[in-house]
Structure formats: structure tokens, C-alpha cells
T-cell receptor
Framework: NAGVTQTPKFQVLKTGQSMTLQCAQD?????MSWYRQDPGMGLRLIHY???????DQGEVPNGYNVSRSTTEDFPLRLLSAAPSQTSVYFC???????????????FGNGTRLTVT | GESVGLHLPTLSVQEGDNSIINCAYS??????FIWYKQESGKGPQFIID?????DKRQGQRVTVLLNKTVKHLSLQIAATQPGDSAVYFC???????????FGQGTRLTINP
């Protein structure tokens, strides 16, 4: 049981490049989400999914796309990278969506992205 | 708007002493609160949670207190150890918004 696995751990992009941050969980969690963490700003929600085929926007979705074709995987796509997207990105999952009851999020170890 | 914040950005304590980390929230409709610990280079790790129908919950060496009257949450760590050095985040569940709102974090440093 690996929990939440994120790849890559580090990435450097040039402005305008695109890439996909991978996230996989092996806990059969229905709820998955992406956060970014910037100094002094805590964790901010980018996108989330309450189950396969369902995604929704968080508080900072611009410049990012997501899809949820399987329960296990929730990739985050940067369409055209900008320096403002330099951050640490965390994927998290939990047993069920918040409107069905509460359960604590399980986080991956993050992807450190630098956009030059 | 709703927000979760911390009273102190840094906290230094002597090894063996008790630590108290505070958090204020502004959304009176929030009904679920979580404390996370984040060590350098790692993702946040769940410590303890509490629902709004409780005012205290204890775990192993940790206690969370919730005061809904003043919208205040605290994390108490007993007999602080070097391994407790980390950044601690409180998080608040917003009813209907399907998201956790995180505070900015408090860095706990243990002095030998």
C-alpha cells in the first residue's frame, strides 16, 4: 500500500511549455484533489474530483486542467507554463467526498516545479 | 470572507516542554477541523481532527481544543520531542464548498 504517489518529484520548465503532473493512489479513495503551496500562502485548492468522470474547480484553477478517467489516477496538466506557476504541488485523496461525510485528506510528497 | 489563520508564524520550545499552537477561523458554519504536520520535503501528514459537536479530542501526546464561541482551535503537544519539529497547519472544512481551507502554518522549533 503505497498511499498517494506523485511523479516527478522535481521539474524545471520554460515559459510556454506544457507538462502533466502525475498522481496515483492505491487506497480506492473516491475523492482526489490538487493543491499548490507557496511561501506564506498555505495550501490552495486547484481542482478536485469526487469520483471517476467528475471534476470541479477549486480556488485557483486558471492555467490547469484535470481529468479523472479512473479511480486511481488524477493527473494535473499545465497547458502553457508561466513563472507564476512555480510552486510545490500536492495531490491528496480521501475515502469519500465532503458532502457525504468528512474524512482526512492523505497527501503525496509533492512535485517541486520551477518555471523559468 | 472565510479564512483560517494562525496567531504566530513561529514557535520555539524547549525539548520536554508542552507546545501550544493556535488557530483562528472565521466561518461559523464550519463543522470539521484538522491539524496537519509537514516536515521538510514531505507532504502534510494528518495528526488529529475534531468535529464541531466536540470541544476536546485527545490522541497520543496531542490534544485539540475547539472553542466555537470565539472561533478558536488549538493543538497541544505534550513533552515535545525533536521529531516534532515541523510546520503545523490547521484546516477548516467549509460546508457546501467541498474543500478544506488551510491556514498559513506555524513552524515549531525544538531547542535542546
Amino acid at each position: 500500500n503505497a498511499g498517494v504517489t506523485q511523479t516527478p518529484k522535481f521539474q524545471v520548465l520554460k515559459t510556454g511549455q506544457s507538462m502533466t503532473l502525475q498522481c496515483a493512489q492505491d487506497m480506492n479513495h473516491e475523492y482526489m484533489s490538487w493543491y499548490r503551496q507557496d511561501p506564506g500562502m498555505g495550501l490552495r485548492l486547484i481542482h478536485y474530483s469526487v469520483g471517476a468522470g467528475i471534476t470541479d474547480q477549486g480556488e485557483v484553477p486558471n492555467g490547469y486542467n484535470v481529468s479523472r478517467s479512473t479511480t486511481e489516477d488524477f493527473p494535473l496538466r499545465l497547458l502553457s507554463a508561466a513563472p507564476s506557476q512555480t510552486s510545490v504541488y500536492f495531490c491528496a485523496s480521501s475515502r469519500r467526498g465532503w458532502d457525504e461525510g468528512n474524512s482526512p485528506l492523505h497527501f503525496g510528497n509533492g512535485t517541486r516545479l520551477t518555471v523559468t | 470572507g472565510e479564512s483560517v489563520g494562525l496567531h504566530l508564524p513561529t514557535l520555539s520550545v524547549q525539548e520536554g516542554d508542552n507546545s501550544i499552537i493556535n488557530c483562528a477561523y472565521s466561518n461559523s458554519a464550519s463543522d470539521y477541523f484538522i491539524w496537519y504536520k509537514q516536515e521538510s520535503g514531505k507532504g502534510p501528514q494528518f495528526i488529529i481532527d475534531i468535529r464541531s459537536n466536540m470541544d476536546k479530542r485527545q490522541g497520543q501526546r496531542v490534544t485539540v481544543l475547539l472553542n466555537k464561541t470565539v472561533k478558536h482551535l488549538s493543538l497541544q503537544i505534550a513533552a515535545t520531542q525533536p521529531g516534532d519539529s515541523a510546520v503545523y497547519f490547521c484546516a477548516e472544512y467549509e460546508q457546501g464548498a467541498q474543500k478544506l481551507v488551510f491556514g498559513q502554518g506555524t513552524r515549531l522549533t525544538i531547542n535542546p
